[in-house]
């Protein structure tokens, strides 16, 4: 009988799962599972900061759809661990963190904490593992919370005693044939419902949201609007579930929703976050049909006429085969025309505001530039308030899972780990990080992260040197500003002093031959762009006519 500690048990787990690589940050409670992971072939992305190690396991997951896992040290890695796992709330991560001594548990011991009760609230799941031979049983757990229904993140940790008992490897509790794949379809009553509420609408919409991309449902989603021949909206996981181009998008967000009299939610939430939980957001007497894999959401925040529990993916296909049936659907009512007009106007003012030629550079001029760069199949990561903004507004998607957004908890110093772990992820694709200079402040030192891993990203940094939400109200409400002015920081010098390559650039006709010369650098790079700071959230909504 061969005997084994608990750090192998725990990769030898991750590895029957499929995990190909951890992110994570060394610490002491978790060296048993670093060097178990040479042995086992799992590859280690080791981070600067444990809040970018969860990030990039986030990210992991929003592209490629399985599992990222984060592994942390136990108490300062898991608090410093937390931002991240804030944002992934609705991405299947794993993760594992070291633990003091079950041993020295109520006694003061060195970096002793409740790190569960910490944690519990931002995951789906959490547990402590107390005996070493359950260790992979309790890691099989993490994943089938992780992925069953909404998927969402799993928390584990394992006290180090624990973690370095050894034990007879054939008594440990491998599980097998633990997770089912299969998913939900919706009551067929309720779709026979739905579908009929959509053929007599006069307005219908549908708006998509992350449950049509964590269902690989954007095939779904296509054949119906099309057969039906209804404008949608996608809500930001979405975007790219049906490309951007398909002349019945009306963008990720839509004024159309104040006159729809029909409404398909499809794996959305109505709430505060989402900003669709608002009752101005909607006509007063618009009828909603919702679809989501978790009955709890249906009916939250706002009375539904239609609830269909089930996967988005075999909702769709079930209402898909059902209109099949039906006929008086049209290809092209006068509807779709004012959604595409209304939504052609918008993109007219975005276009208009980056076709600006002024130095300093305007935003909207930068984002275009860098947009008309880029290949088709590109990632971009976004992040910052203005710089998130403008991005959102500029980029289209095309793909799922290219437009990756720092999301609802608008979590700065996103950016550069989402563009880590997708580079990695896709190494075949152009990765693009877009972000402001507050927010590369936050996770610069991700790009030593880059250099070490050989992970050839290009950043974009939008340089205001402000912080331009703040600045902008501030200025706005008092007339004056304070704590707010960082300076125009030459962060492509930080870059390449870390080893990549770096560029500064003030005026719009050099963004483009930067960005070549970044990319063909072959190492990460950072192009370093002075924008103009008068450009706030008002200046904004003026030029591009207010949230789309």
Request: net charge neutral; glycine share 10%.
């Amino acid at each position: 009988m061969s005997q084994v500690h608990g750090g192998r048990l725990v990769v030898r787990s991750l590895k029957s799962e499929g995990v190909e690589l951890i992110f994570s940050l060394t610490g002491h409670s978790i060296d048993l599972i670093y060097d178990a992971c040479i042995d086992e072939g799992i590859r280690i992305i080791d981070c600067r900061h444990e809040q970018a190690a969860a990030h990039m396991a986030d990210a992991w997951t929003r592209i490629t759809g399985r599992p990222g896992v984060v592994v942390v040290t136990d108490q300062p890695g898991v608090v410093a661990m937390v931002a991240g796992m804030r944002n992934a709330e609705r991405s299947p991560v794993i993760a594992i963190a070291g633990k003091s001594s079950f041993s020295d548990l109520d006694t003061g011991a060195h970096t002793e904490m409740d790190q569960l009760d910490l944690v519990r609230p931002l995951v789906k799941w959490g547990r402590t593992v107390y005996e070493t031979r359950r260790i992979p049983e309790y890691i099989s757990m993490a994943f089938r919370h992780a992925l069953a229904g909404r998927p969402g993140p799993a928390y584990l940790d394992i006290p180090l005693d624990v973690m370095e008992k050894s034990v007879d490897e054939d008594k440990a509790l491998y599980p097998k044939n633990h997770r089912t794949e299969n998913r939900p379809q919706g009551d067929p009553k309720a779709i026979q419902k739905a579908v009929e509420l959509l053929l007599e609408a006069k307005r219908p919409l549908v708006i998509a949201g992350s449950g049509v991309w964590w269902a690989q449902a954007g095939g779904e989603l296509r054949e119906l609007v099309e057969m039906a021949g209804l404008p949608f909206i996608l809500r930001p996981k979405a975007r790219g579930c049906v490309p951007e181009d398909h002349p019945l998008f009306v963008g990720p967000a839509s004024a159309g929703t104040k006159r729809a009299d029909v409404v398909l939610a499809v794996g959305i939430r109505f709430d505060g976050l989402s900003g669709l939980g608002q009752a101005s957001r909607f006509d007063e007497k618009v009828r909603i049909i919702q679809i989501d894999i978790e009955g709890s959401t249906i009916g939250q925040n706002r009375p539904i006429e239609v609830g269909i529990i089930g996967d988005a993916r075999l909702v769709l296909r079930q209402m898909a085969e059902k209109a099949r049936d039906k006929t008086g659907w049209s290809k092209e009512p006068a509807w779709v025309g004012e959604c595409r007009t209304e939504y052609q106007k918008w993109r007219e003012r975005v276009e208009a505001a980056a076709a600006s030629n002024t130095v300093p550079i305007h935003p909207a001029r930068l984002w275009a530039e860098v947009r008309g760069f880029l290949d088709r199949e590109a990632i971009v990561a976004v992040d910052g308030g203005l710089t998130g903004t403008y991005c959102r507004r500029v980029f289209n998607a095309y793909y799922p899972g290219r437009l990756l957004d720092h999301g609802p908890h608008a979590q700065l110093g996103s950016s550069i780990p989402f563009g880590i772990a997708a580079k990695l992820a896709r190494p075949q694709n152009q990765v693009l990080i877009c972000l402001g200079d507050g927010a590369f402040g936050i996770s610069g030192m991700e790009f030593d992260t880059a250099v070490r891993h050989h992970v050839p990203v290009v950043a974009v940094i939008a340089n205001n040197g402000c912080w331009g939400v703040c600045y902008h109200r501030q200025k706005r409400l008092f007339g004056r500003e304070v704590g707010v002015q960082l300076g125009f920081t030459r962060y492509d010098r930080v870059v390449e002093a870390l080893g990549g390559y770096g560029e500064w650039v003030e005026k719009p006709e050099d963004i483009r031959p930067a960005l070549q010369r970044a990319f063909a650098s072959g190492i990460p790079a950072c192009v370093n762009v002075k924008i103009d700071p008068d450009y706030g959230p008002a200046e904004l909504i003026m030029a591009f006519g207010g949230e789309h």
